[in-house]
């Protein structure tokens, strides 16, 4: 039996309808290096997404995967309750130096949606045995996504992934989200002062009382369909959850480690959350981590004697691991001392203009929008009213899979059609992708045109 039948036979693939399988069969990868997968056939893919966003460095960097090998005969795992070790202090220092000042304290939990969970609790428990019983509820964006447990799932709001589970899930306050590109004030994110934001206001004087905190997807709802809104809605965001006592939880798994051409997307509006979670870039792919960061008044709020049951009692078996931390240290050191952020920054308008040249003229481009090397398309039957396709075209699924015939990995938010690549990408590398992504737009546009 070939690979395919084998994977098929057995394996249930995550964030997909398994009867597309049958006439778009898995693609089973053989190696990695840089910005390219290649599969068992011999074919190569340009990872224009960074597999899932997370290979800042692209795959397989020779310095990260050194790391691991010295690290994997030395330490592989230890328990994290009562026992530490070298490189999670490392690595807890090295958060300390990169996240806003007033962030002092670092957990660390296995995954993106673990560490929501861990920040959903912490800010619920922190509220419970500090004086402000009443705040039991979370506020969240409209179009939000903040993983997949019932607790993150339930502080996002996009149906493919939640709709079925309303009936479980816990009763959060919805914030209408910044809507930049369909903007109901009619105003342009570059220039505008966040008229929307009245919705968050309004929002607040209602429900503020009873919420313990307000999560965010920081400057980009990324799963939205890269959804980019203002700094200045961050700013705004910030004082108002002061003003109304409730915890500004800051979800970075997505746009920290220079996805936004800042280290964190928090930092284009200086802004400091209560607590922070970081995953994705921070192993490079590598291996499975996340961070919670917070300060030293909610960790306070933690002490007291075995007793008072004032403990922070979220756990993973996994939580820390030293395999885990040592990919997590080479790849922010080569962040850092390569200055691969700056380097990506200094490329950035360059690959933004190439779009607007590509797909500014195109009558089914809606929007080209740019933050950092993440550039998306959003494509729409109708330019003037901005009026999408009818989603059962499926035409994002359709591109991508014509981008995948020419070798360009290109997996699609429904119609927004996205690059969010390796920093290190080149321009040679950029290009190449540009013209499959322009030619595998054109075919399929032509096709139901
Ligand atoms: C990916 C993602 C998560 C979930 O992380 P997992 O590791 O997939 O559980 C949460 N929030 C945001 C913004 C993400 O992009």
Redesign the pocket.
């Known amino acids: 039996m070939d690979y395919v039948e084998r994977d098929l036979a057995h394996i249930w693939h995550p964030a997909s309808q398994m009867k597309d399988y049958e006439d778009f069969p898995p693609i089973i990868i053989d190696h990695a290096k840089g910005v390219k997968l290649y599969d068992v056939d011999g074919n190569e893919y340009i990872d224009i997404i960074s597999s899932w966003?997370c290979n800042i460095l692209g795959h397989c960097n020779d310095e990260v995967s050194s790391a691991l090998k010295e690290q994997v005969d030395k330490l592989d795992h230890v328990i994290f309750a009562n026992y530490s070790h070298k490189g999670i202090i490392e690595l807890a220092e090295s958060l300390n130096r990169v996240t806003p000042e007033n962030l002092t304290k670092f957990s660390f939990v296995d995954?993106?949606?673990s560490s929501?969970e861990s920040a959903l609790k912490m800010a619920f428990q922190y509220c419970q045995q500090n004086g402000k019983t009443e705040k039991k509820r979370f506020m969240c964006f409209t179009d939000a996504?903040?993983?997949?447990t019932l607790g993150?799932l339930s502080v996002g709001a996009l149906d493919d992934y939640s709709k079925v589970f309303e009936p479980i899930m816990l009763d959060t306050v919805k914030v209408e989200a910044p809507d930049c590109y369909r903007c109901p004030y009619g105003a342009d994110r570059d220039s505008c002062s966040c008229e929307c934001f009245e919705k968050a206001e309004e929002c607040f004087e209602e429900y503020g009382d009873e919420c313990c905190a307000m999560i965010i997807?920081p400057l980009v709802q990324?799963?939205a369909g890269m959804k980019i809104y203002p700094p200045l809605y961050l700013k705004k965001l910030r004082a108002l959850c002061d003003k109304h006592d409730v915890l500004l939880i800051d979800?970075e798994?997505?746009m920290g480690y220079g996805r936004t051409g800042k280290f964190f997307a928090v930092d284009h509006a200086g802004i400091s959350p209560d607590i922070m979670c970081i995953?994705?870039g921070l192993t490079n792919g590598y291996m499975s981590m996340?961070a919670v960061a917070t300060t030293e008044e909610i960790y306070n709020g933690f002490l007291g004697d075995y007793e008072s049951h004032r403990a922070f009692m979220h756990s993973h078996t996994y939580a820390g691991n030293p395999l885990a931390a040592s990919v997590a240290n080479a790849t922010l050191k080569i962040i850092e001392r390569d200055h691969i952020i700056e380097k990506a920054n200094e490329m950035a308008p360059w690959l933004n203009q190439k779009f607007h040249e590509l797909f500014d003229d195109n009558p089914n481009v809606g929007e080209v929008r740019s933050v950092g090397l993440i550039n998306a398309i959003e494509l729409v039957e109708d330019k003037e009213t901005k009026k999408a396709f009818d989603c059962s075209l499926r035409l994002g699924y359709r591109i991508y899979r014509k981008a995948l015939e020419r070798g360009l990995m290109l997996r699609p938010l429904g119609d927004v059609m996205y690059f969010n690549p390796p920093l290190v990408i080149s321009k040679e590398e950029l290009e190449e992708a540009l013209d499959i992504c322009k030619w595998a737009v054109g075919e399929v546009l032509d096709e139901i045109n």
């Open positions: 966003w995954n993106g949606s929501v996504y903040h993983g997949e993150s997807e990324g799963s979800d798994i997505a995953s994705k996340a």
